[in-house]
Structures are given as C-alpha cells and as structure tokens.
C-alpha cells in the first residue's frame, strides 16, 4: 500500500471509533513523503486532542544508578560494553532521591521516573525502593512515581505499588526479530515477562522502544503492533542518540521527518495511551521539536540518563508556541 492510498479522516476516525490499522497502513504511515507530513500530523492531532485535549505532562527522570548494569544493550551508555564516560555509582540513599522528587515537583514534572542501571533489582534494591516510595508518596501525594528496574518478578512489582509507585518502566526496544542485535545478555520475551508481571500486579505499564538503531520498517510496525497489544499505558518513544562509547556510536542520524512519522504511528495505534517523545527529542527534532505535540502527550525535560537535555523553561516555550499548553505540576 501507498501513502497515497490512505485516506487519512476516515482512518482517523477509524481509529477513534476504536478500530484497527492495517499493517500495510502502518507501514504506508511510515513510508509518508516528506510534503505530505503536515497532513497525517493533522490526522494524527485528531485522535491525540480526544483523548488529551492540547494539554503535555512533564516528566522528569532521575537516574538512581549510574553506569554498573552487567547487561550489554547496544545503545546505552551504562551498559557492561560502554566505554562512555559517564558518572559511575550504586543506588543513592532514600534521602537522595527524595530530594529528586523534590526538583522534580520544583521542576514542574508531574511524573518523576527512578531508574536503575541493573539487570533487576536484588530484595536489598526492593526494600530501598519501597521505602523512597513510601516517603515521596507521603510528601508529593500528587507526584506520579515510576521505576525503571530491570526485570522484575510480579512479587518485586506488588511490594513497589504496596509502597506508592504507580508504573513500571520496562521498554520492549524494538520487534522480537531485531532484538538479539542490539542485546545478547536477554531476550524480547525476557522483557515481555516482566511487562506481564507489572500488569500482573495491578500497576500501569510504560513501556515504547528506540527508533533509530539499524532496525527495519517491519520492525518499527512490529514493535508499536506490540505496544499495542500489551496495552501500555504509557508508550515513550525514543530516538537514538548515539553516545560516543556505545557500540552504536556511529549509526546513521535519523532525520526530524522519520522521528515524526514513527510517533504519528505510536499514536495512531495508542490512542488513548500517554506516548511521551523520550531520549533524542532534543537531537534528533532539531527545529521541528515543536510538530511532535501532534503526536505525543508527554515529554521529559532537564536531560536523560546520561545526556543533557532541555530544561523546563525553554520546553514550556517551545510547548506553547507550538500551540498546546502544559499541564500543571503535581502540587508540593
Ligand atoms: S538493561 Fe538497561 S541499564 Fe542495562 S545495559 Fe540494558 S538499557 Fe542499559
């Protein structure tokens, strides 16, 4: 199928109405010619304003361990093959993140994501974690918390909720079939499982991927079919940022057009779901930062794990000039 083919209002509509696409549709979506954007990122703001008006969350993350993860995924900087220079240190105390959850509030994050650079959390890390997240809950009643912790068992992910998280971070990455060449140490359905035990325990899912790491168009489509299926109900979309040290160091750049279309297509088969532009926002977009709020809810500031990023200010800016609004922060 043709982009061409496509008529985007009724597949919009289609769509709202609850309906499927059509894989050869998804890929159409992804093939879209470049002059033909600004039409399916009408089509796309249709479906995005349904469900969340013109309104954009803030997210902030803060990472709780820094560069020690005995797993080897290909594009990240902690991981056991990175020679990335980067800060190196085991989870921080309770107090230290409390106090991340501070800035996040000061910040204007509504969601602040703890994440730790592990293959999954030891019964030492759950009884840390449970108690950061009792006392951020108990000071920020409004903060959505998130964790981000490897694999984890439905047991570890009960105690979490018990505790006061409200999701788990546990990206898919990419389609089952491209998995194996970007990590050795486990596997897509690895992941999968442990997607299963969050739901299982009664918690939201967040859960996207990377684009940009030598994966197909298939794989693109298989993954946000995935997203899909397991219902995530937070969907970040991440564009990679190829970090010097990182065994995908010198991929090829993906261009502002191709990050706009892959997050037209999360949305058009998430539309209820909160899908946040992640990692290589900054990036990847450049000057058409501004166009991806037709597609995604929801947006981190103040940097990554270990890259730097926009800071609140200059995002509320960039949110509003681009006509949408932010939400408001979670109360102190
Ligand atoms: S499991 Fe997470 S922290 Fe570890 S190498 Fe993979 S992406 Fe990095």
Redesign the pocket.
Known sequence: MDFKDLDLNELADRVLAGGELERAEALAILNCPDHRLPELLAATLKVREAAFGRRVKICILRNAQSGI?????G??S???V?RADIPVYKMQSVAELHEGARRAVASGARRYCMVG???GPTERDIAHLEEACRRIRADYPELEICLSM?LMERDQAERLKAAGAGWINHNLNTSRRFYPEI?ST?TWDDRLRTIENVRAAGLSVCSGGIIGMGETDEDVVDLAFATRRIAADSVPVNFLHPIPGTPLEHAPRLTPERCLKAACLFRLLNPRSEVRAAGGRELNLGARQGEIFNAVNSIFVNGYLTTGGWAYAETRELIERAGFEVEPPAAA
């Not at 993860?69 to 995924?73: K, R």
Request: net charge neutral.
């Open positions: 993860c005995p797993e080897d995924c594009y990240c902690q991981s056991r990175s650079s592990m293959r490897g990590c486990h």
